[in-house]
């Protein structure tokens, strides 16, 4: 039934396999038809592997998934950064869709370790550059709380996917907001770890800004995922005291909480943000935290340009340098014209701007190790506002001819002022969670709050670098005071 497969997290569809009340393959089985059902609508997996994975479930009794504590549990893959040895890798690209990796990712090595069964890959935007999901290969992935909205990005997939009861948790990643924006929009948890928590595969790009984790239904989910990814289950028993799932279970003692109302990157915070932000500063007021009203007094025009600059090296890289990945020479054709203007900025400015941006990145960094230690953790906007529709970010006509004729004429004049502009249309929505990708800091998206549309508006705190313990004490406190597992949006019936 499906109101059983959603009734329960990850943690409790693998007790439910251990204790013999389910099976691996009727999980599989329920997920795929899931996938099936949902995915017309909402574009969120790109890639099956169904068959294998029934195979693996099917020897599941004699271990064929291992005994790790989420044996059993369905899982997708992002379909970016982290290759699965033997599928296809598009990274939302016409040039990469046909590369096949040899070895899987050390996220993806972990998950299989954990007993989690892969069985499909998710949508991103191309190369992760946008913080929406719409890359022109496969179409725009749609929010299941309300299709003509977007899931966010890059990891709108794995959010769409969860949000829509495929899986209780998915495989994400964050460079600049791509795990807490999905989670934000489409009304999950979502943690970033802190830089190199996680190993990776592929170099981290320029500032090592990404990390991968996951976004989820549930806090202990993600706790759970984390101890595996950083190899504190392979040493302690899950929930054991120092673990990141006995953290959860751990009372949240009372914090300092440096309230930030600044927009960051983004030149407001609509009325939506506001209201999120000042209701869980109330709720967190009421819990025994101390919050208090802060202003961070960042240069966030410096720290804006810093961050796009590091975007642009990695976007060159990825790009201009596919080759050295693919074995092929990368055509202007198989980019979208967007990724591929990002890309001539990292050529002819990025390189240069490199050595400034870095060191904009350490005075940041800087500035937040100082804040945070003076407080425990900071409250601040996810997104700007509520999610945007499908296409409202999308360049315009007339933006399209003026990536075109600078793809044509790359003068640095025009790629300035082509740079400026698109930054200002994605900024003025998803320009809040890029700072703690600069720090390297770990920082959540907690589903705490809907508009009166009923979509949902996510809040964001950032703790010490390596803090995760506390960020997961004070989320399971969060959901303990405001449950949110239990909230569906129109494509997650309770009943099937």
Same mark, same amino acid.
């Given at each position: 039934m499906l109101s059983d497969y959603l009734a329960h997290d990850a943690i409790g569809l693998a007790e439910l396999v251990r204790t013999r009340e389910a099976s691996a393959r009727e999980l599989l089985d329920m997920a795929i038809s899931r996938a099936e059902a949902a995915n017309p609508a909402i574009n969120a997996i790109v890639l099956k592997d169904y068959e294998a994975a029934r195979q693996r479930a099917s020897r599941d009794h004699a271990h064929g998934l291992g005994d790790g504590p989420l044996a059993g549990v369905p899982y997708l893959i992002k379909d970016l950064g982290a290759p699965v040895a033997g599928l296809p890798m598009s990274m939302g690209s016409r040039h990469y869709r046909h590369f096949v990796p040899r070895e899987d990712a050390p996220v993806v090595a972990l998950a299989r370790a954990a007993g989690l069964n892969i069985f499909a890959k998710t949508s991103t935007s191309e190369l992760g550059q946008?913080?929406?999901?719409?890359?022109? *290969?496969?179409?725009?992935?749609?929010?299941?709380?309300?299709?003509?909205?977007? !899931?966010?990005?890059?990891?709108? %997939?794995? %959010?769409?996917?969860?949000?829509?009861? =495929?899986?209780?948790?998915?495989?994400?990643?964050?460079?600049?907001? $791509?795990? +807490? =924006? !999905?989670?934000?929009?489409?009304?999950?948890?979502?943690?970033?770890?802190?830089?190199?928590?996680?190993?990776? @595969?592929?170099?981290? %790009?320029? %500032?090592?800004?990404?990390?991968?984790?996951?976004? $989820?239904?549930?806090? +202990?989910? $993600?706790? *759970?995922? @984390?101890?595996?990814? #950083?190899?504190?289950?392979?040493?302690?028993?899950?929930?054991?005291?120092?673990?990141? *799932?006995?953290?959860?279970? /751990?009372?949240?003692?009372?914090?300092? =909480?440096?309230?930030?109302?600044?927009?960051?990157?983004?030149?407001?915070?609509?009325?939506?943000?506001?209201?999120?932000?000042?209701?869980?500063?109330? @709720?967190?007021? $009421?819990?025994?935290?101390?919050? /208090?009203?802060?202003?961070?007094? &960042?240069?966030?025009?410096?720290?804006?340009?810093?961050?796009?600059?590091?975007?642009?090296? #990695?976007? +060159?890289?990825?790009?201009?340098?596919?080759?050295?990945?693919?074995?092929?020479? !990368?055509? +202007?054709? /198989?980019?979208? &014209?967007?990724?591929?203007?990002?890309? *001539?900025?990292?050529?002819?400015?990025?390189?240069r701007a490199l050595p400034s941006a870095l060191e904009e990145q350490r005075r940041i960094s800087a500035k937040l190790t100082d804040l945070l230690s003076r407080y425990d953790v900071v409250l601040c906007a996810t997104l700007a506002s509520a999610p945007i529709k499908i296409g409202e970010m999308q360049p315009t006509a007339s933006e399209r001819l003026q990536m075109r004729a600078v793809v044509t004429m790359p003068i640095e004049l025009l790629l300035k002022k082509l740079l400026a502009e698109a930054a200002d249309k994605a900024f003025a929505w998803a320009g809040c969670t890029e700072v703690f990708n600069l720090s390297g800091q770990p920082a959540m998206s907690v589903p705490l709050y809907w508009n009166a549309r009923g979509l949902p508006v996510g809040v964001q705190f950032a703790a010490r670098e390596g803090g995760e313990a506390t960020l997961f004490r004070l989320a399971a406190q969060l959901e303990a005071a405001r449950p949110w597992f239990a909230k569906r949006p129109p494509l997650m019936p309770a009943r099937s």
């Open positions: 946008m913080p929406y999901t719409e890359p022109e *290969l496969f179409g725009p992935c749609r929010n299941p709380w309300s299709l003509d909205h977007t !899931p966010g990005g890059s990891s709108g %997939g794995a %959010g769409a996917a969860v949000a829509a009861g =495929i899986v209780p948790l998915a495989h994400a990643s964050d460079g600049g907001g $791509s795990i +807490r =924006i !999905p989670a934000s929009c489409c009304g999950l948890f979502g943690l970033k770890p802190s830089r190199g928590r996680i190993p990776g @595969l592929y170099a981290p %790009g320029a %500032g090592e800004l990404a990390v991968d984790h996951a976004v $989820s239904r549930s806090v +202990r989910d $993600s706790a *759970l995922l @984390l101890d595996f990814m #950083t190899g504190q289950a392979q040493q302690k028993p899950p929930g054991a005291p120092g673990t990141f *799932l006995g953290a959860v279970s /751990e009372p949240c003692r009372p914090l300092t =909480i440096a309230y930030v109302t600044e927009p960051m990157l983004a030149p407001t915070l609509s009325a939506d943000a506001r209201a999120a932000l000042d209701d869980a500063a109330k @709720l967190a007021a $009421s819990l025994g935290h101390h919050v /208090e009203p802060v202003a961070l007094g &960042i240069d966030f025009a410096a720290v804006r340009h810093a961050y796009l600059m590091l975007c642009s090296v #990695t976007a +060159r890289d990825m790009v201009l340098n596919a080759g050295q990945i693919t074995g092929r020479k !990368p055509a +202007r054709n /198989e980019f979208e &014209i967007a990724t591929w203007a990002m890309a *001539l900025v990292g050529r002819k400015l990025g390189e």
